[in-house]
C-alpha cells in the first residue's frame, strides 16, 4: 500500500518564480490537508481540501497562495512569485475522512528560495 | 488562537533512561490531542487522547490527558537510539479535522 506521496522532495526556486508542490493521497482518500513547518516552528495547517472543494483554507496567505485538489489527480499547492520566507518544509496529509486519528502524512517537499 | 505549547524543546538523554515530555494546550472547543513521532520525513501517529485519566500505551510509550489541567505527557521508559527523534503534540477542536501543533520536542538518546 502506497502512503501518501509528495513530489518533489526538495525544489529550489529564485525569488519571483513559481513554486508547484504535488501530494497524492492514500488511494482511496479524499480529505488532504496542507501544513507547512517553518525553521524553529511546529507544522501549522494552511489549508484543507475534499475532492474538488476547498473546505478551509484559514491557514493559507491571501495573497500569492492556491491549492487545488481535483476530481483526477493530486493535489497541487502553488506558490507564486515566491519570496525567501516561502523557504519551508510543506508537507501534506491524508485521510479518508473527517477522522484525525487517522491522518497520514506525507514525507514534505523542502522548498528553498534563493 | 488556538495554542499548543510543549516542553522541553530538547532533551539528551542516555540509552535505558526513562522520559517525559510535556504538552499543554489552549483550544476553543477542545476535542482531542494527538501525539507524533518526527524523524527525517514524514510525522507518524502514536497516540489520540480525548478523555481524561486514560493512559494509552504502546509498548514503551505511553501517554495521558488531564482536560481539567489542559497538559498530556508522553512517556517513554527504557529509551534507545531509534527513539530519537522530534515527537509533536498537536490538538483539535470539535470543527473540521486541523491539528494544531506545538514546536516539538527533539529527543536524542546517546547510547
Known amino acids: 500500500n502506497a502512503g501518501v506521496m509528495q513530489n518533489p522532495r526538495h525544489l529550489v526556486r529564485r525569488r519571483g518564480q513559481e513554486a508547484r508542490l504535488r501530494c497524492s493521497p492514500v488511494?482511496?482518500?479524499?480529505?488532504v490537508y496542507w501544513y507547512r513547518q517553518l525553521p524553529e516552528e511546529g507544522l501549522k495547517f494552511m489549508v484543507y481540501?475534499?475532492?474538488?472543494?476547498?473546505?478551509?483554507e484559514s491557514g493559507m496567505p491571501k495573497e500569492r497562495f492556491s491549492a487545488e485538489f481535483p476530481k483526477e489527480g493530486p493535489s497541487i499547492l502553488r506558490i507564486q512569485q515566491v519570496v525567501r520566507g516561502d523557504s519551508a518544509a510543506y508537507f501534506c496529509?491524508?485521510?479518508?475522512?473527517?477522522?484525525?486519528?487517522?491522518?497520514?502524512f506525507g514525507p514534505g517537499t523542502r522548498l528553498t528560495v534563493l | 488562537e488556538d495554542k499548543v505549547v510543549q516542553s522541553p524543546l530538547s532533551l539528551v538523554v542516555h540509552e535505558g533512561d526513562t522520559v517525559t515530555l510535556n504538552c499543554s494546550y489552549e483550544?476553543?472547543?477542545?476535542?482531542?490531542l494527538l501525539w507524533y513521532k518526527q524523524e527525517k520525513k514524514a510525522p507518524t501517529f502514536l497516540f489520540m487522547l480525548?478523555?481524561?485519566?486514560i493512559e494509552k500505551k504502546s509498548g514503551r510509550l505511553s501517554s495521558i490527558l488531564d482536560k481539567k489541567e489542559l497538559f498530556s505527557i508522553l512517556n517513554i521508559t527504557a529509551t534507545q537510539t531509534g527513539d530519537s527523534a522530534v515527537y509533536l503534540c498537536?490538538?483539535?477542536?470539535?470543527?473540521?479535522?486541523?491539528?494544531?501543533f506545538g514546536k516539538g520536542t527533539m529527543l536524542l538518546v546517546s547510547p
Open positions: 481540501l475534499q475532492k474538488e472543494n476547498i473546505i478551509d
Open positions: 496529509a491524508s485521510s479518508p475522512g473527517q477522522s484525525v486519528d487517522t491522518q497520514y
Open positions: 498537536a490538538a483539535t477542536n470539535s470543527g473540521y479535522s486541523t491539528l494544531t
Open positions: 488511494k482511496g482518500h479524499s480529505h
Open positions: 480525548t478523555s481524561s485519566g
Open positions: 483550544v476553543t472547543n477542545f476535542r482531542s
